[in-house]
């Protein structure tokens, strides 16, 4: 799903922009978040290191559920968009989920929406699509204001 790429590679901008955002908001998620010596020793560079910790922050983050992505991205990077379209990103990305890792049978996950049945063969007309691909274009393009107008990319 484009949404995906899309996702990590701003993910990436925002926490270059402002590498604070890396900082653990408590204590319980410290230990993700140190570095040990021959880490910060071996490191060529700050922006080294600082890649290598983005690549591990974007990589924790992007696999977990749609649900807390976007939790990220409200929480931790205080981007905006209009979270009416939360449940259509959501299942949109379970669809997608299904049809990479289950053979486009429903799971336990997809089966939340009452359109699907586990194990049911996922079957989409054109219309459902292209309201995904509304829904999609909308979500990024939002994204994307929010982000610029936060993180000043053009900068």
């Not at 790429?5 to 990436?12: M, W």
Request: proline share 2%.
């Amino acid at each position: 799903m484009l949404t995906l790429a899309f996702l990590t590679d701003l993910i990436i901008a925002c926490l270059k922009k402002q590498p604070k955002k890396l900082l653990p908001d408590s204590k319980s998620q410290n230990k993700d978040k140190t570095l040990t010596y021959q880490q910060l020793l071996l490191a060529d560079s700050y922006e080294t290191l600082l890649n290598e910790l983005i690549e591990k922050e974007v990589r924790n983050i992007m696999y977990k559920s749609m649900h807390e992505i976007l939790d990220y991205l409200k929480r931790k990077l205080k981007l905006k968009w209009d979270a009416s379209i939360n449940e259509e990103i959501i299942v949109a990305n379970r669809i997608r989920n299904c049809c990479m890792h289950n053979n486009c049978l429903a799971d336990k996950a997809l089966v939340k929406d009452p359109r699907f049945k586990e194990g049911q063969e996922i079957e989409l007309d054109a219309g459902v699509v292209h309201s995904f691909g509304i829904k999609a274009r909308q979500f990024t393009r939002q994204l994307w204001e929010s982000a610029n107008t936060q993180y000043s990319f053009n900068s």
